[in-house]
């Protein structure tokens, strides 16, 4: 089980903001098999996010996928929502709802949220994809209707002056400065 983040009870946070961090929390506690999860503004900056790898006892191979930062999943996140709104754009297809991408040493899902935010995962090869599609679409239906333009900014905020217990984004560099 990975330990608390203290963005849950950083009072410099709004109750909404910790609230999602809250459920982003759940999200990773519930489900197993997941490397990195990251939530990511519709304009590609990273909002929210959590490595559970980082909080076990034993190293994680990252090597089929991003290197365990969310920076880097947000990236990769924000790149795959794009496309995949292109391809639904050009295809008469409707929106985006979500998308799956099963790898030989990982899976990634994104999920719409609201407004063009995105929910990321990477999660395991041997993770149970329904378990993790269905925990995502929770997660996206509580955070969807909270996720206003104010949040967005509150928790893009958070993240870039380390208020969100992460130290800024999460980065490999910003975790070896606590």
């Not at 089980?1 to 982003?24: D, K």
């Not at 599609?133 to 905020?157: C, K, S």
């Not at 208020?163 to 400065?177: A, K, N, P, V, Y």
């Amino acid at each position: 089980m990975t330990a608390p983040t203290p963005a849950l009870n950083n009072p410099a946070l709004s109750s909404e903001a910790r609230n999602l961090h809250w459920l982003l929390t759940n999200l990773v506690e519930e489900v197993p098999g997941l490397l990195s999860v990251a939530v990511v503004s519709s304009d590609g900056l990273l909002l929210l996010s959590s490595d559970p790898g980082r909080n076990t006892e034993a190293p994680v191979d990252r090597s089929g996928g991003p290197k365990g930062s969310s920076a880097d999943l947000a990236t990769i996140v924000s790149g795959v929502g794009s496309l995949t709104i292109g391809a639904a754009k050009l295809m008469d297809g409707g929106g985006v709802k979500q998308t799956m991408v099963a790898m030989e040493e990982g899976s990634l899902f994104v999920m719409s949220i609201s407004d063009g935010s995105l929910l990321g995962v990477h999660a395991t090869p041997d993770c149970d994809m329904s378990v993790v599609a269905y925990h995502m679409a929770l997660f996206v239906g509580r955070a969807g209707h909270v996720l206003t333009p104010e949040l967005r900014d509150e928790l893009r905020q958070s993240m870039e002056s380390g208020q969100d217990g992460h130290g800024g984004q999460g980065s490999e560099s910003g975790e070896s400065q606590r």
